[in-house]
């Protein structure tokens, strides 16, 4: 079974600092990795997605993401948090084959200082 | 382009009675998911279409909850009766089917059973 893994529920950075939001996915077929952001009362929107070719994907607002299949990872950085970015981040994994499922990880709230 | 349209987007019920949610996926994506997002959590499957057949709905709590997407096109989620910890918001999503793309989703029916 897919599982995806969000290391950390709560993470706080100060502005202009690196964010960095871990995620570890277990499969044993290639996936379809996603970042997602969810502001309050809102629904999700995507940042970035990973399907083939290049391992490291850049999204919107300044995020970027790297496949690393050694490491079952796909972690989430920024190189200096805005106040705006604050929100929930969930990383998500999409799996050919009978399953089919996009399942997300549990979350991680980003606090962001001043 | 028109987004994943929800509605309501907020409902207050008392347990024991029935609620019914609707989604309007984006035109021409052929599957559909229905999540449910407990408060602190990441988004769960309940339900996913392809078209107007059930992909999945191994997650779905058949007892109470069923959902329907007749033409392949909009789709209804009921819940009969209601339990306290049906509380959550509720997520449509769509997505076309093929493998490398991402889901889109709405903006949530938030649902408090008291």
């Known amino acids: 079974a897919q599982s995806v893994t969000q290391l950390g529920s709560h993470v706080s950075v100060s502005e202009g600092a690196l964010v960095l939001l871990r995620c570890n996915y277990s499969?044993?077929?290639?996936?379809?990795l996603f970042w997602y952001v969810q502001y309050p009362n809102q629904g999700l929107q995507l940042l970035l997605k990973y399907t083939t070719g290049a391992t490291l994907v850049k999204g919107i607002n300044g995020f970027e993401a790297e496949f690393k299949k050694s490491e079952t990872s796909f972690h989430l950085t920024k190189p200096s948090a805005h106040m705006s970015d604050a929100a929930e981040y969930f990383c998500a994994v999409f799996i050919s084959g009978s399953a089919r499922q996009l399942t997300f990880g549990s979350g991680t709230q980003l606090t962001v200082l001043p | 382009e028109a987004g994943v349209a929800q509605s309501p987007r907020y409902k207050i019920i008392e347990k024991r009675q029935s609620v019914a949610f609707w989604c309007n996926p984006i035109s021409g994506h052929a599957t559909l998911y229905w999540y449910q997002q407990i408060l602190g959590q990441g988004p769960k499957l309940l339900i996913q279409?392809?078209?107007?057949?059930?992909?999945?709905d191994s997650q779905l709590p058949k007892d109470r909850f069923s959902a329907e997407r007749l033409k392949g096109v909009d789709s209804t989620l009921k819940i009969q009766p209601a339990k306290l910890e049906d509380s959550a918001v509720y997520l449509c999503a769509s997505r076309v089917a093929r493998m490398n793309t991402e889901a889109f989703f709405g903006q949530g029916t938030r649902l408090t059973v008291v």
């Open positions: 279409f392809q078209n107007n057949g059930v992909v999945d």
């Open positions: 499969s044993s077929v290639p996936p379809y």
